[in-house]
């Protein structure tokens, strides 16, 4: 999304080298306050100030975006025309608008996977959703939602939920420009949003957008996802309380800590 918000850009064109440091150990105590050692990379706040202040302007310039209103065009006729969940699937616009409003954006091209593992039996705790959500619970937060396997589409049929689709895919296209004006932006927006639901290591490592914005902070290797759980779990809790991601100012310092680390560490940080 080439399309920008001024106030934005505001903010980020003033974002250069970090006038000093930041406080580490707010995020690694577990215990006590979160009022104190506030980051002292302004810039950093006011970008994510701005962008959550200008959410309903964002998104209604994306809404109107001619691509947007193409891809949305798209998926309401394919659904319609659709007998079953591969027919939506199977069409490649239908598949990314449905997949990303749905927070799978970036399994689009698992076609095989994603036919599976949203048409699994939920009664089965060893069907292929379940098997998944240690890794993404997105699979099967979203085979939940709309219970293909005893369902069908009959759901996605429905002009609330064609409504809804279309909504959480505008929301995610907003995410999207806001990375693109300063990267892992709209991860942190969508991060503050779920983060009260993050309160043990394994609901952490079983999101993507969680182990992202947490490992960065964090400044732990990716290597480490091939460790098992056990011990990921417990180079989280070394570092990080998870119950303290149910405070919003504990987060709101998180999320800033992952923009300085995404996106140059204590070193600087580039526009």
């Known amino acids: 999304m080439a399309s920008s918000i001024s106030s934005l850009s505001i903010a980020l ?12 150990s707010i995020l690694t105590s577990k215990g006590g306050s979160s009022g104190g050692g506030l980051f002292s990379v302004g810039s950093v706040k006011v970008a994510l100030e701005n962008a959550e202040k200008n959410e309903a302007k964002q998104r209604e310039q994306i ?6 209103k193409k891809d949305l065009a798209r998926y309401a006729k394919v659904v319609k025309d659709a007998e079953t969940l ?4 199977d069409d490649p616009i239908a598949r990314r608008v449905f997949l990303k409003a749905n927070g799978l954006g970036d ?3 698992a076609v095989a996977l994603a036919k599976k593992a949203l048409s699994s039996d939920l009664s089965d705790g060893s069907s292929l959703a379940y098997r ?8 099967l937060d979203t085979a939940k939602k709309y219970d293909f396997h005893t369902f069908g589409i009959g759901l996605l049929k429905t002009s609330i939920m064609t409504e809804e689709i279309a909504g959480n895919y505008v929301g995610e296209m907003r995410l999207d420009m806001l990375d693109e004006q300063l990267p892992g932006l709209g991860s942190a927006i969508l991060f503050k949003s779920v983060a009260a639901n993050l309160d043990t290591p394994i609901k952490i490592l079983g999101s993507a957008l969680g ?3 947490i490992t960065t902070a964090l400044g732990l290797p990716r290597q480490m996802a091939i460790q098992s759980l056990e011990a990921q779990s417990k180079a989280i809790m070394q ?3 998870p119950k303290r991601l149910k405070q919003p100012e504990f987060v709101d310092q998180l999320v800033q800590r992952y923009l300085i680390q995404l996106n140059g560490g204590t070193g600087g940080i580039t526009a």
């Open 13 to 24: 064109s003033q974002m250069r080298t970090p006038a000093g440091g930041f406080d580490f």
């Open 86 to 89: 591969d027919d939506v699937l």
């Open 132 to 139: 998944l959500s240690g890794v993404n619970g997105g699979w």
């Open 107 to 109: 399994q689009v091209d």
């Open 211 to 213: 182990r992202e914005v």
């Open 63 to 68: 809404a109107k975006d001619p691509m947007v």
């Open 239 to 241: 570092r990080l309380d």
